[in-house]
């Protein structure tokens, strides 16, 4: 299984961002797909995640209001559209997915998925 992250780049504060996960297995297969981010020196923590059905969404309370996670089943992609970004947000993303169904895990647990992308670049001015 593959996810690879695309749409990292470097932008301005206040600038926008939108950044796609495209899984080598069909959504039918994740129950889960969250996004992570990690900062130099610091822990990875969880940004959103959306369930499979788009039934439920998820945030971090630092991107309530600024980034929307979203799925689009004809292109097999979830989106993570981050708007008013700050230099705060400056981090390397990974795309992870969850194909246990372990739900045991919050949403915002690393244990809870199990197959992770490489990253894509975030940096903030």
């Known amino acids: 299984v593959q996810l690879v992250e695309s749409g990292g780049g470097s932008v301005q504060a206040g600038g926008s961002l939108r950044l796609s996960c495209e899984p080598s297995?069909?959504?039918?297969?994740?129950?889960?797909t969250g996004w992570f981010r990690q900062a130099p020196g610091k822990d990875r923590e969880a940004v959103a995640a959306?369930?499979?059905?788009?039934?439920?969404?998820y945030y971090a309370d630092f991107v309530k209001g600024r980034f929307t996670i979203s799925q689009e089943y004809a292109k097999n992609t979830v989106y993570l559209q981050m708007n008013n970004l700050s230099s705060e947000d400056t981090a390397m993303y990974y795309c992870a997915a969850d194909f246990r169904g372990d739900f045991s895990a919050e949403w915002s647990a690393t244990r809870r998925y199990n197959h992770w992308g490489q990253g894509t670049q975030v940096t903030v001015s």
């Open positions: 297995e069909s959504f039918d297969r994740i129950y889960t």
């Open positions: 959306i369930t499979s059905a788009a039934t439920t969404t």
